[in-house]
């Protein structure tokens, strides 16, 4: 990645994509990145549109909002629909869930869709961290932070209850992420 990365993770409430922000930013901290992230939410807390964005820089961040993303993580189409838009082109990376959302075609950026909500119910049997299988996904494909930062900061943020199962879903969407590229 770049000097500076922007990331929006998005989908509606409900689906941990604060959470997944959180974890990302988190994570870039550990790699010894600069970090910029905010959150923003439909008026309803589920069900409703809301994304994460993350901003992980080798330099300190003058401006923490992200105006064109590097990278979109769209969870719902809902999602899809309203960032697809707000991509650098070119150089953009879409990754979408593809159990959830129907691309576009003849975008300027390269987009790779996932069975990630269908991956966590088939083999963690809970969709509640299909969240994690995409930072999992994320990972693998762009090397967006390392994989020992992202396993510690899930064992930072989650709770020990859920550590376990989180832990599992990162590395099955690592599986999907390289079954995704080759």
Avoid at 3 to 31: K, N, P
Avoid at 99 to 126: D, M
Wanted: hydrophobic letters at 40%.
């Amino acid at each position: 990645m770049g000097e500076i990365t922007e990331v929006r993770l998005s989908g509606y409430g409900g689906q941990g994509v604060v959470l997944a922000g959180l974890l990302l930013g988190a994570a870039g901290v550990l790699d010894g990145r600069f970090v910029a992230g905010s959150n923003s939410y439909g008026a309803q807390a589920r069900g409703s549109g809301c994304k994460a964005e993350v901003v992980l820089s080798a330099f300190p961040i003058d401006f923490p909002h992200i105006t064109k993303a590097d990278i979109l993580v769209a969870m719902s189409q809902g999602a899809y629909d309203l960032y697809y838009r707000d991509m650098k082109e070119g150089s953009g990376l879409i990754l979408y869930d593809s159990g959830l959302v129907k691309p576009r075609e003849g975008l300027e950026v390269k987009q790779i869709g996932l069975p990630v909500t269908e991956s966590a119910v088939r083999k963690l049997a809970s969709k509640q961290v299909a969240n994690i299988v995409f930072l999992g996904a994320l990972t693998e494909i762009t090397q967006i932070v390392s994989l020992p930062s992202l396993r510690k900061a899930i064992r930072e943020h989650v709770s020990e209850r859920f550590q376990s199962l989180n832990l599992k879903a990162l590395s099955a969407g690592m599986a999907l992420g390289r079954k995704s590229h080759g």
